[in-house]
């Protein structure tokens, strides 16, 4: 069973930083497909970012382009959210998922397992 465990959520001000990570217990899934969704409180889960298995092809929603970038080191079998210019929108638990495949994917029913979540606040 894969297990994915996010890290480096928190509370931070508007206009501040934070870099996610999320690390699979299981190399198997090292070099596939990887992305990051969020959910605030009272809305559905949306996608934010998704990488392929190596990194070279990602994809943003157009509410985080330019602010987040997804990244991976598949050596280190993780996978990274760096998000700068932080809005209070931006506020959600985060969601690390990894499918079985080696391209990306930004909906949620199209990846395999999931991470327990993390909190990001960011006040304003």
């Known amino acids: 069973q894969v297990q994915l465990v996010e890290s480096g959520g928190g509370l931070v001000q508007a206009g501040g930083s934070l870099r996610l990570s999320c690390a699979a217990s299981?190399?198997?899934?090292?070099?596939?497909?990887k992305g990051w969704f969020r959910q605030a409180p009272g809305k559905e889960r949306e996608f934010v970012a998704a990488?392929?298995?190596?990194?070279?092809?990602?994809y943003y929603a157009d509410s985080v382009k330019g602010r987040f970038t997804i990244s991976r080191d598949n050596a280190k079998d993780t996978v990274y959210l760096q998000m700068n210019s932080l809005k209070p929108e931006d506020t959600a638990v985060y969601y690390c998922?990894?499918?079985?495949?080696?391209?990306?994917?930004?909906?949620?029913?199209?990846?395999?397992?999931w991470g327990q979540g993390t909190q990001v606040t960011v006040s304003s």
């Open positions: 998922a990894a499918r079985g495949a080696f391209s990306l994917a930004t909906t949620g029913a199209l990846y395999d397992y």
């Open positions: 990488t392929n298995w190596n990194g070279a092809n990602t």
């Open positions: 299981i190399r198997t899934f090292s070099n596939h497909a």
